[in-house]
């Protein structure tokens, strides 16, 4: 057999692997508390898993889609509204998503030919990359490095590279970095966008997972987004619908009318009864998400605080729901220490060199434990000597 070269660019999927290794070690007859994968534990409340549940029981939902329901359109343009004051038509201005993993795959071939340019942050989500790439795509990586607070610099990207690029991907709350962009960014950003005729996508899975009393907003508020750009926004985190697979792309009519007509080959749309859940998430009462917020917070606090108490020293992230660590010394490789860590301590987190270049040295922490299971993790760590170089 013979297959595409273009699976040479990719290797089994990094949370794939841990999620190997992991069970290797509960064979084993171990423990292991798993940090690594960002999948909530927080369930849906009770008036979407009700809302999910009613719709299932109904025959007539099982037929084919095709487009988003009049009552989804009409509840993210509300949502967008009430939540970040941006003016959405919902026929030309967004479409749904399987998720955001799902637009994050297949955008890049609506922009992007082989050979051509398309800029990623670095460190970044694999599917940042991995999505132009799929579509043949050379990449250009975007460095948010520490000195600049995680933020990408757009003034170091050099003018042959600008002039190049068709496509470039942001994302803030960050993943993984956990960095907030300033409003100064932003307005960068769309007048980069526009001087070098770059479209821009905007990741926003994380605005609602922003701590201790501090808020953001959307791309789209920014005068000018809409002419260069879109934003994919998610109700994984946000709502724990995770499974559901529930996004959205909003923004410039001429890329979300290429998403759709690419989608049109490719999916029959989503699923009538997750359709509802999604409006119920949308329209209904919003404590959830003050409560997951706050649990998530919390959990990092138990985390952060207990990890900083034994010796390894991590600021605690400002968003999104997880933690961006430097590797404790003496290691130098991050897959070595998460090996290291998994073996010995019974945790399991992800290596950042998963995330790009500039991701060795690092590890991503995912908050999608209870917090006596942060506990656990932490005194298991003070207790295997990985830390004192034992």
Sequence with gaps: MQFAKRMERFGTG???????????????????VDLSVGTPNIPPAKHIIDALTQSAADPKNYIYALNDTQELQQAVQLWYRRRYGVEIDPETEMTSLLGSQDGLSH????????????????????IFADGPALAGAELYYMPQKQENDGIIDLA?????????????????????????????FYRELVAFAKKYGIIVLHDNAYSELVFDGATCGSFLQYEGAKDVGVEFNSLSKTYGLAGARIGFALGNRDVIAMLKSLKSNLDYGMFLPVQKAAVAALTGPQDCVASTRLAYQNRRDVLVEGLNRIGWKIEKPKATMFVWAKIPE????????????????????TPGSAFGPSGEGYVRIALVQEEAEMLWSVKSIDESGILKGA
């Excluded at 942001?170 to 956990?178: D, L, R």
């Excluded at 003496?330 to 019974?346: N, Q």
């Design 107 to 126: 955008i890049a071939l609506t922009v992007a030919d082989r050979g051509d340019l398309v800029l990623v942050p670095d460190p970044g989500y694999p």
């Design 156 to 184: 170091a990207i050099p003018e042959e590279v600008a002039r190049r690029a068709k496509f470039m991907v942001v994302s803030y709350p960050n993943n993984p970095v956990t960095s907030l962009a300033p409003d100064s």
């Design 14 to 32: 990094i949370f794939s692997v841990m999620a190997d290794l992991k069970k290797k070690e509960i064979a084993a007859g171990k423990k292991v």
């Design 330 to 349: 003496p290691y130098t490789s991050s897959e070595t220490f998460t090996l290291d860590l998994l073996k010995r301590a019974g945790v399991l987190v």
